[in-house]
């Protein structure tokens, strides 16, 4: 009988209300009830209960002055939160949970707590998944950890792809590249601004593209890398309007050691009708009469 949750809250609800026979909140017995009732409830597979009794033992620990322990009830409310599938709520109790985290000072469980929120919502609500990818990217690159930002950064790349927004993937990649140069990870580096040329390109966006590849030769080592010379090689193939060369490009080796996500887009290159871009390069490359020049 002691064990039924519902009394377990009931119990803890009036430990820590003032009454005229209770004087002072007693948050320590209190909190030690939500956390055996949100137990209980989760094992019921209660959910919505389980959720509330996690948000008050959460509060507990607050109270008891322990972020830590605040923070890994919030986690557990945000499960819950997920199984009911409200993911506004999941959102909301991740972003609590790091923010908890990062009182304790831990840079690393406050990110992975907005990276495991990023995962729980990537296919209710993928827009905001990439949102708390992001923020766990910031708080690690905050924390000097840039090289433990990467695999979040391709996460919010990867799911930028799914909602074919080529354009925000291929910004996740540069800032994964930006990123990489911090920690002196230069192969890191090269592979995510040829996987942002590809992306480019398979958006059908040649001058992105050519844009994209002209500022990441501004860095040597991009410039001189196998990753550096196949982007060259793949923009003067769409130059050229070759579509064998340019398939061929895309199966190269240098290709297949990408991420797979990026692998899988390159083999479907070209994605349209190349010779617009080879009549484009000529246009550009046609110099305009000077008036002046009458030599």
Same mark, same amino acid.
């Given at each position: 009988?002691?064990?039924?949750?519902?009394?377990?809250?009931?119990?803890?609800?009036?430990?820590?209300?003032?009454?005229?026979?209770?004087?002072?909140?007693?948050?320590?017995?209190?909190?030690?009830?939500?956390?055996?009732?949100?137990?209980?409830?989760?094992?019921?597979?209660?959910?919505?209960?389980?959720?509330?009794?996690?948000?008050?033992?959460?509060?507990?620990?607050?109270?008891?002055?322990?972020?830590?322990?605040?923070?890994?009830?919030? *986690?557990?409310?945000?499960?819950?939160?997920?199984?009911?599938?409200?993911?506004?709520?999941?959102?909301?109790?991740?972003?609590?949970?790091?923010?908890?985290?990062?009182?304790?000072?831990?840079?690393?469980?406050?990110?992975?707590?907005?990276?495991?929120?990023?995962?729980?919502?990537?296919?209710?609500?993928?827009?905001?998944?990439?949102?708390?990818?992001?923020?766990?990217?910031?708080?690690? *690159?905050?924390?000097?950890?840039?090289?433990?930002?990467?695999?979040?950064?391709?996460?919010?790349?990867?799911?930028?792809?799914?909602?074919?927004?080529?354009?925000?993937?291929?910004?996740?990649?540069?800032?994964?590249?930006?990123?990489?140069?911090?920690?002196?990870?230069?192969?890191?580096?090269?592979?995510?601004?040829?996987?942002?040329?590809?992306?480019?390109?398979?958006?059908?966006?040649?001058?992105?593209?050519?844009?994209?590849?002209?500022?990441?030769?501004?860095?040597?080592?991009?410039?001189?890398? $196998?990753?550096?010379?196949?982007?060259?090689?793949?923009?003067?193939?769409?130059? $050229?309007?070759?579509?064998?060369?340019?398939?061929?490009?895309?199966?190269?080796?240098?290709?297949?050691?990408?991420?797979?996500?990026?692998?899988?887009?390159?083999?479907?290159?070209?994605?349209?009708?190349?010779?617009?871009?080879?009549?484009?390069?000529?246009?550009?490359?046609?110099?305009?009469?000077?008036?002046?020049?009458?030599?």
């Amino acid at each position: 009988m002691g064990s039924d949750p519902e009394k377990l809250i009931s119990k803890a609800d009036k430990l820590t209300k003032l009454s005229f026979t209770r004087w002072s909140i007693d948050w320590k017995s209190a909190t030690g009830l939500y956390e055996q009732a949100a137990n209980g409830f989760r094992v019921a597979k209660s959910y919505e209960k389980a959720k509330e009794a996690f948000e008050k033992a959460s509060k507990g620990q607050e109270m008891l002055s322990s972020p830590w322990d605040a923070a890994k009830h919030m *986690e557990s409310a945000a499960t819950m939160a997920k199984e009911l599938g409200n993911w506004k709520e999941v959102a909301d109790f991740y972003r609590r949970a790091s923010e908890l985290y990062n009182e304790c000072g831990r840079a690393q469980p406050a990110s992975d707590a907005l990276g495991k929120g990023a995962r729980a919502l990537e296919d209710g609500a993928p827009d905001e998944a990439v949102q708390l990818y992001t923020e766990a990217c910031a708080i690690l *690159e905050e924390d000097g950890k840039e090289q433990m930002a990467f695999d979040l950064y391709r996460d919010a790349a990867r799911v930028y792809l799914k909602l074919e927004k080529y354009e925000d993937a291929a910004t996740i990649l540069i800032s994964l590249a930006l990123a990489a140069d911090k920690c002196n990870a230069t192969h890191s580096q090269c592979k995510a601004y040829l996987s942002a040329i590809i992306v480019y390109l398979y958006a059908h966006d040649f001058k992105q593209a050519e844009k994209c590849y002209n500022d990441c030769c501004q860095v040597d080592v991009f410039m001189n890398s $196998d990753q550096g010379r196949c982007a060259g090689k793949l923009l003067s193939a769409f130059a $050229d309007g070759d579509v064998e060369d340019i398939k061929r490009v895309a199966q190269s080796s240098t290709v297949s050691n990408l991420d797979h996500m990026i692998i899988k887009i390159a083999r479907k290159l070209p994605t349209g009708d190349v010779s617009a871009f080879k009549n484009e390069v000529m246009k550009d490359n046609e110099e305009p009469l000077d008036e002046d020049d009458l030599t």
